[in-house]
């Protein structure tokens, strides 16, 4: 079975501080895919990355990074300087390689004050 | 990029009607599409996978007799509460994938989503 755990429900700093989502997932397929999505209050699902089970290089755009480990089965998340606009859910999630399941975690809270 | 859309964005309706959801690929042609329902402050849940030209698969728990779901064209799906109750006020997301792409490379586009709300 599929599963994933964002054990943080609200994370809430102080503007420009460094903030970093945890996710940790389960699955017995050997390839699959990971995402993170960001949910404003608006509700509409804004894209942040993919990641091949096969690649685990990290990646950096602008403030975002991101931290794949297979051997924890974990992909972390994190914002550095974090802004008052980063207010949001956000949503790790996993797919396999077909894509006819994905399956969110709880999500995630951020509150950045200002 | 890939464009999904959803409509109407937000609708409210009385306790025993019926509502329809249309999710429309713009730009992309999508065999499967999914249906999640999220309730508030909670995850997204997925509801069915819709597929073209066949009936759609429901998850553990949805009632298909309540959901009903047709995709009968490769960019459009509709969802239709029937008989709907307060219990199904909720966030209703789509999301399509574009079969244009190989199997090695899989997108999965959302909708802005759908605020049902029932008095």
């Known amino acids: 079975a599929q599963k994933v755990t964002q054990a943080q429900t609200e994370i809430s700093v102080v503007e420009k501080e460094d903030v970093t989502l945890d996710c940790v997932y389960e699955?017995?397929?050997?390839?699959?895919?990971l995402f993170w999505y960001k949910q404003p209050p608006s509700g509409e699902l804004v894209f942040l990355i993919r990641?091949?089970?096969?690649?685990?290089q990290n990646e950096i755009s602008g403030r975002y990074s991101w931290n794949f480990q297979k051997s924890t089965s974990s992909f972390n998340f994190t914002i550095t300087a974090s802004q008052v606009v980063d207010s949001a859910v956000y949503f790790c999630?996993?797919?396999?390689?077909?894509?006819?399941?994905?399956?969110f975690g709880a999500g995630t809270r951020l509150f950045v004050k200002a | 990029g890939a464009v999904v859309s959803q409509h109407p964005s937000w609708v409210i309706c009385k306790s025993g009607t019926s509502v329809k959801i249309e999710c429309r690929s713009l730009?992309?042609?999508?065999?499967?599409m999914f249906w999640y329902r999220q309730f508030p402050k909670q995850s997204l849940m997925l509801m069915a996978t819709?597929?073209?030209?066949?009936?759609?698969?429901?998850e553990q728990g949805v009632e298909k007799d309540k959901f009903l779901i047709n995709h009968a064209s490769l960019t459009l799906s509709t969802l239709t509460v029937t008989s709907a109750h307060p219990e199904d006020s909720s966030f209703y997301i789509c999301?399509?994938?574009?079969?244009?792409?190989?199997?090695?490379?899989?997108?999965?586009?959302f909708g802005p989503g759908t605020r049902l709300t029932v008095t």
């Open positions: 730009d992309f042609q999508a065999t499967t």
């Open positions: 999630a996993l797919s396999n390689t077909g894509g006819f399941k994905t399956i």
């Open positions: 999301s399509a994938r574009d079969q244009g792409q190989t199997r090695t490379h899989y997108e999965q586009y």
């Open positions: 819709s597929n073209e030209g066949s009936k759609a698969t429901y």
């Open positions: 990641r091949n089970s096969f690649d685990e």
């Open positions: 699955t017995r397929d050997t390839t699959y895919y």
